[in-house]
């Protein structure tokens, strides 16, 4: 038994796509609304949540709809296509409705406009209030951004997770956790290449920059890594293949011929307990890693005065060099434990960027993102296996939408109250503090679950049915 690592990376293209998409969401979305809108942080939150409550709802409507497709191209392939599409062409409409709300601050005299980040906090509040004011007395642009974020929004949450599911419909569970080190490769690729592209467009330099050039860039990738997609995975012949050797190595849970091939296998007592677990374990490290990546471009820049974009690529290479050892270590000592060491980690990270200030020199974040990275690896490779070790191979989809589920209502709460704390106390002194709570949280939910880990597998038969590529 070996994993075919080629197959898994040109599977993990899907994931490329959502990467790349999210990291350049994530970077500009809340610069827009509060430098180019004027929104406090409280309704900025609100609205980056809008993604994550359309998901609590549409992941596993997708996911589900997913499992029950036969095309002659697969069952994940075609809402692969049809979401991304759309949510690339929505994504840089997005941009030019943004261009002409800039327009109007610009004709309004708000002050400094091409002068990058402002200095002064009392000055960059003075000019939020102009800003806001603006967007009240002409509320249209408004009106029409968050129409078309709601056109981009549907259109990632019809493919998440059946390019997510994919994976463990071509992977037998026993190397789902070393697959999904390969897919959070091939995934954080393409978040490293779109924050690229943020130094090169020089994102984190200038408060009132138009993005649509930047955008049509970040879409050129997802497109490449879409039409590599689409010519080089086989989704319905791995998918047979993977039913076969699961076959062979006895892992098959697909009803039998007797039931009608209409029996499902119900979870025991005890694997329900560990799911419930596994998901409050999902939600509250969500809360705690959200509520850092969704506000972390405005942090850096109107707080710290640091440059995101390096930042966070220095997060992204270590998670990089992780991703394969993190598959290997949880396939010696198990998903359960290395998710537990991930926990404490990320949660140092988080703790030791609590006493960073705007007078600490910046290549101090150079080891806490490293830590983060290191940490939100080895976390992210072992949680989606764990969830769809319990689902029989007809419910992936399904399982895979529980998990989305949880992690989206999470990321529903973090922006919002994480916004709500920044706006009543200081963000200066919740930001990272907030984080550092949530995370800590995930490993007492995590420390009692009992099922998750890969069955194993006799020696004898791994022998009898070895491959090699």
């Given at each position: 038994m070996?994993?075919n690592?080629k197959?898994v990376?040109l ?5 490329f796509l959502?990467?790349?998409f999210?990291q350049?969401?994530?970077a500009?979305v ?6 180019h809108f004027?929104?406090p942080?409280t309704a900025s939150?609100?609205v ?16 589900s709809?997913?499992d ?10 075609p ?7 759309f ?6 409409c997005l941009?030019l ?13 708000i002050?400094?406009l091409?002068?990058g980040?402002?200095s ?5 509040q ?5 800003t806001?004011?603006l967007?009240?007395?002409?509320p ?10 709601l056109v981009v ?5 019809v ?18 956790s ?6 959070n ?5 393409g978040?490293?290449?779109?924050l690229v ?5 020089a994102?984190?330099?200038?408060h009132y920059m ?5 955008v049509v860039?970040v ?6 890594g879409l039409?590599v997609?689409?010519?080089s ?7 047979r293949e ?13 009803p ?8 499902k296998?119900?979870l ?13 374990s999902v ?6 890693y959200?509520?850092i990546t ?5 942090y850096?820049t ?22 394969i050892?993190?598959g ?13 060491a ?14 960073i200030?705007p007078?600490t020199?910046e290549?101090?974040m ?9 940490g939100w690896?080895t976390?992210?490779v072992n949680s989606f296996?764990?969830?769809v070790?319990?689902a ?11 998990y ?9 709460v973090?922006p919002?109250?994480?916004?709500l704390?920044?706006?009543?106390i200081?963000?200066r002194?919740?930001?990272?503090a907030f984080?550092?709570v949530f995370v ?5 939910t ?5 099922h ?5 597998i ?11 590529d």
């Amino acid at each position: 038994m070996k994993l075919n690592y080629k197959r898994v990376f040109l599977v993990g293209m899907a994931f490329f796509l959502i990467s790349a998409f999210w990291q350049a969401y994530d970077a500009i979305v809340p610069l827009i609304l509060t430098n180019h809108f004027g929104l406090p942080q409280t309704a900025s939150g609100a609205v980056m949540s809008i993604d994550n409550v359309l998901a609590v709802f549409l992941l596993p409507i997708f996911g589900s709809l997913s499992d029950k497709a036969n095309t002659k191209y697969g069952k994940r392939t075609p809402f692969i296509v049809i979401g991304s599409l759309f949510a690339m062409v929505a994504f840089v409409c997005l941009t030019l409705i943004d261009n002409y709300q800039l327009a109007q601050v610009a004709a309004a005299g708000i002050p400094q406009l091409q002068q990058g980040a402002l200095s002064d906090e009392a000055f960059a509040q003075l000019t939020q209030e102009m800003t806001v004011k603006l967007t009240l007395e002409n509320p249209l642009p408004f009106i029409g951004f968050i129409a078309t974020l709601l056109v981009v929004l549907i259109a990632m949450a019809v493919f998440r997770s059946p390019a997510v599911a994919l994976m463990p419909d071509v992977t037998v569970k026993p190397l789902r956790s070393k697959a999904n080190a390969i897919i959070n490769l091939t995934g954080t690729a393409g978040g490293i290449l779109v924050l690229v592209l943020g130094i090169v467009f020089a994102t984190s330099k200038n408060h009132y920059m138009q993005y649509t050039g930047y955008v049509v860039a970040v879409t050129a990738i997802m497109l490449t890594g879409l039409v590599v997609f689409l010519f080089s995975v086989k989704e319905k012949q791995w998918a047979r293949e993977m039913e076969e050797e699961s076959l062979r190595l006895g892992l098959a849970d697909t009803p039998s011929d007797e039931d009608g091939g209409q029996a499902k296998r119900r979870l025991s007592k005890p694997e329900f307990t560990s799911l419930m677990l596994i998901l409050a374990s999902v939600a509250l490290w969500y809360i705690g890693y959200n509520s850092i990546t969704s506000k972390y471009s405005v942090y850096a820049t109107n707080i710290l005065g640091f440059d995101f974009n390096l930042t966070l690529i220095i997060a992204q290479a270590a998670a990089i060099v992780s991703y394969i050892p993190v598959g290997f270590i949880a396939s010696r000592v198990g998903r359960r434990k290395t998710i537990l060491a991930g926990v404490l980690i990320l949660a140092s990270a988080f703790f030791i960027g609590n006493f960073i200030t705007p007078s600490t020199p910046e290549m101090i974040m150079v080891p806490v993102f490293i830590l983060a990275g290191i940490g939100w690896a080895t976390i992210n490779v072992n949680s989606f296996p764990m969830v769809v070790e319990l689902a029989k191979g007809g419910d992936v989809g399904k399982y895979t939408g529980y998990y989305y589920t949880a992690s989206m209502s999470a990321q529903i709460v973090a922006p919002i109250l994480s916004g709500l704390l920044y706006d009543l106390i200081g963000m200066r002194y919740i930001f990272f503090a907030f984080g550092t709570v949530f995370v800590m949280l995930s490993f007492l939910t995590m420390f009692f679950v009992k099922h998750g880990d890969a069955k194993n597998i006799d020696k004898k038969d791994v022998l009898s049915h070895l491959e090699v590529d």
